[in-house]
């Protein structure tokens, strides 16, 4: 729970903190296992009893936490992010919010740091795993003894590790999010239950050593870069079976006051944690909020506990009780009220404060322009969407047929995605050709290794090849090619070599845009920026990582032929003084924001960026390669 915790609120003090998850996934298996194994061995096991005191656990907190959330978001949500949490609050308490996350998986996906329910996928896959483990144990029981259940187990867990290696390197997404892909990491928390060792003390604080040196490697040295669970969650899960089974409950790292009381409110502690991430960042809130988040995470965590978690609630073992189990309720009336949510798309009413003020307007109508660039940014050209929509990698002819000599190719992300409408209108207005050659999430690459995932890596890997040959076969005379970050990471002298040699004139790199937490929009309906004027602004939304990136790329020394394009430097302006900022949020008062999103151009931002900073580039660059050919 504290690594989780610590990576959520900063994933620089702890890259692999998100293992903490599988870390209790384990533990969670062991515990389950011997709550049913000690009744099935006696004969004695009540599977109704067993589902109303998980119910009894788990539902109060996390009815409690959405409510909280519904109340909050009734005065602060926009309709579209108050239907997103009604949304995901319904599928947190029917316990399949891991299904929705993994389907909501996608192009242009709300950012995760906007879900406030995001961290119930977790509780999702263990109540699903609670739901089908004794069911399946019960059948076992029928028909072998419990020496071969445990041996069937055992034989399980194993053809499971195997499963979520396979699954995750083919389906990312859904190995991340789903159960068949876990369960084996709570079956083998089961095997420590059923196979315990009996040790010499030298030996147990060897094997706890060992465990804990495990888990605290995964915490520093797996990052979210990494596939999971894979392969390398041996490292954690392992490492926690070791700890188990090492049985050393007077251990000073198991048994110290803090570890016992953080342990014991862990459950609510978790579930309080994530909405203040979100909210700190949702808010842009100064970085020592931080610190803030996690005390009150704790002491929120401590309340949850004292007085939603300690109250008793009475147990049933015969199913004609069943409509006495109030955990029921608790979800049903929840769950109605984000099905309600969502269907009444978020309430957008005058009766409802987050939904009748200005600034949700204002935000509403940014969802709206989100959701309606397919045009504008020529989606028809990006694999993945291609991939995923229509089952084909091809693009849309247009896309790479040859229209005349010359030209321009663009290549890269989303984000040049978004540069295409500004381009392809000056680019017209010249007689000049267009091409366009993208993929979400996909940098451009020869050979480097490709870190996505799943469809996104297919379609990356597919719509960098397709470019280099269709710029092979176009023979553009320039090449623009820009993407979200990490400009720096990618190796610019093999891409511009290998262009340079398919006969290209020029390449253009196109630096990062100023980028905004969580979005220009949600930037501009604070307070102290609702009513500027101003077609620049000081915000502690802007996202610094943008800006040390176009430092980065401004100092490298480029060779004849290619040329790199800072939009920091045209998009804003830094006071020395203050030793900050000021970028441009619009390009003339009454227009439309330059960015819909964090990044992503809106319309008219496009045709700002293409015809104010690219056009003098782009077409000196053209009239040159066009002279020196003739």
């Given amino acids: 729970?504290?690594?989780?915790?610590?990576?959520?609120?900063?994933?620089?003090?702890?890259?692999?903190?998100?293992?903490?998850?599988?870390?209790?996934?384990?533990?969670?298996?062991?515990?389950?296992?011997?709550?049913?194994?000690?009744?099935?061995?006696?004969?004695?096991?009540?599977?109704?009893?067993?589902?109303?005191?998980?119910?009894?656990?788990?539902?109060?907190?996390?009815?409690?936490?959405?409510?909280?959330?519904?109340?909050?978001?009734?005065?602060?949500?926009?309709?579209?992010?108050?239907?997103?949490?009604?949304?995901?609050?319904?599928?947190s308490m029917t316990f399949l919010s891991n299904i929705s996350y993994w389907k909501e998986s996608g192009y242009f996906e709300a950012g995760t740091h906007e879900k406030w329910l995001l961290h119930t996928w977790s509780l999702s896959v263990e109540w699903q795993f609670y739901m089908i483990y004794p069911l399946v144990l019960i059948a076992m029981?029928?028909?072998?003894?419990?020496?071969?259940?445990?041996?069937?187990?055992?034989?399980?867990?194993?053809?499971?590790?195997?499963?979520s290696i396979i699954a995750t390197y083919k389906w990312p997404n859904p190995a991340y999010f789903l159960l068949p892909t876990r369960a084996w990491e709570?079956?083998?928390?089961?095997?420590?239950?059923?196979?315990?060792?009996?040790?010499?003390?030298?030996?147990?604080?060897?094997?706890?050593?060992?465990?804990?040196?495990?888990?605290?490697?995964?915490?520093?040295?797996?990052?979210?870069?990494?596939?999971?669970?894979?392969?390398?969650?041996v490292f954690p899960v392992i490492g926690t079976f070791l700890m188990i089974q090492s049985h050393r409950n007077d251990s000073v790292i198991t048994n110290n006051i803090v570890f016992q009381k953080l342990g014991t409110w862990?459950?609510?502690?978790?579930?309080?944690?994530?909405?203040?991430?979100?909210?700190?960042?949702?808010?842009?809130?100064?970085?020592?909020?931080?610190?803030?988040?996690?005390?009150?995470?704790?002491?929120?965590?401590?309340?949850?506990?004292?007085?939603?978690?300690?109250?008793?609630?009475?147990?049933?073992?015969?199913?004609?009780?069943?409509?006495?189990?109030?955990p029921l309720y608790f979800s049903l009336v929840l769950m109605s009220l984000g099905v309600t949510l969502n269907i009444f798309n978020g309430f957008n009413t005058d009766l409802r404060q987050g939904a009748a003020s200005e600034q949700a307007k204002f935000l509403d109508y940014y969802n709206e322009k989100f959701k309606n660039l397919r045009e504008a940014y020529w989606l028809k050209c990006d694999t993945y969407?291609?991939?995923?929509?229509?089952?084909?990698?091809?693009?849309?002819?247009?896309?790479?047929?040859?229209?005349?000599?010359?030209?321009?190719?663009?290549?890269g992300d989303s984000h040049a995605e978004a540069l295409s409408l500004g381009l392809r209108t000056l680019l017209k207005s010249n007689d000049i050709p267009f091409y366009q050659k993208t993929s979400s999430i996909c940098r451009a690459s020869l050979t480097e290794i490709n870190y996505h995932k799943g469809a996104y890596k297919e379609a990356c890997d597919y719509s960098n090849k397709l470019a280099l040959k269709s710029i092979a076969e176009l023979k553009p005379k320039i090449v623009v090619i820009t993407q979200a970050l990490k400009h720096d990471e990618t190796n610019w002298e093999n891409?511009?070599?290998?262009?340079?040699?398919?006969?290209?004139?020029?390449?253009?790199?196109?630096?990062?845009?100023?980028?905004?937490?969580?979005?220009?929009?949600?930037?501009?309906?604070?307070?102290?920026?609702?009513?500027?004027?101003?077609?620049?602004?000081?915000?502690?939304?802007?996202?610094?990582?943008?800006?040390?990136?176009?430092?980065?790329?401004?100092?490298?020394?480029?060779?004849?032929?290619?040329?790199?394009?800072?939009?920091?430097?045209h998009l804003c302006k830094k006071d020395d003084v203050q030793q900050q900022y000021k970028c441009r949020i619009r390009a003339a008062q009454g227009e439309d924001l330059l960015q819909v999103d964090y990044g992503h151009l809106s319309e008219s931002g496009s045709l700002f960026v293409g015809n104010t900073i690219l056009s003098k580039y782009l077409l000196n660059l053209y009239s040159q390669s066009v002279t020196t050919n003739q």
């Fill in 186 to 233: 709570m079956m083998i928390g089961g095997i420590a239950y059923l196979y315990p060792l009996t040790l010499q003390e030298n030996k147990k604080r060897l094997l706890e050593g060992t465990g804990l040196a495990l888990i605290l490697g995964s915490y520093f040295f797996i990052s979210a870069e990494d596939l999971w669970p894979g392969y390398l969650a």
């Fill in 385 to 411: 969407v291609s991939l995923t929509e229509h089952n084909s990698y091809d693009p849309d002819p247009v896309c790479i047929t040859k229209q005349k000599e010359g030209g321009v190719f663009l290549w």
């Fill in 266 to 326: 862990s459950y609510s502690i978790y579930l309080w944690h994530w909405p203040l991430v979100v909210l700190i960042y949702i808010y842009s809130l100064p970085e020592y909020y931080v610190y803030a988040g996690i005390v009150l995470s704790i002491v929120l965590g401590f309340l949850s506990y004292k007085y939603i978690e300690q109250i008793k609630l009475p147990s049933y073992h015969q199913w004609k009780d069943i409509y006495r189990i109030k």
């Fill in 495 to 569: 891409i511009g070599k290998s262009l340079l040699q398919l006969g290209v004139s020029n390449i253009v790199i196109v630096g990062p845009i100023s980028q905004w937490k969580p979005s220009l929009p949600k930037v501009m309906v604070k307070p102290k920026n609702w009513n500027s004027a101003e077609d620049f602004i000081f915000d502690a939304g802007l996202d610094l990582r943008a800006v040390q990136v176009d430092e980065k790329m401004k100092k490298l020394k480029y060779p004849q032929g290619i040329t790199y394009i800072s939009l920091i430097d």
């Fill in 1 to 91: 729970m504290i690594a989780v915790m610590l990576f959520h609120f900063n994933a620089a003090w702890m890259p692999g903190g998100f293992v903490g998850v599988d870390v209790f996934f384990v533990i969670s298996g062991f515990l389950m296992t011997g709550i049913i194994f000690k009744d099935l061995e006696h004969e004695k096991f009540s599977i109704l009893k067993f589902y109303v005191a998980r119910a009894n656990r788990i539902i109060p907190a996390l009815a409690a936490l959405c409510l909280v959330l519904m109340i909050f978001g009734w005065f602060y949500l926009t309709p579209f992010d108050y239907k997103l949490l009604g949304k995901h609050a319904a599928s």
């Fill in 141 to 163: 029981r029928k028909f072998m003894s419990i020496q071969t259940m445990k041996f069937m187990l055992l034989a399980g867990t194993i053809l499971g590790f195997i499963l």
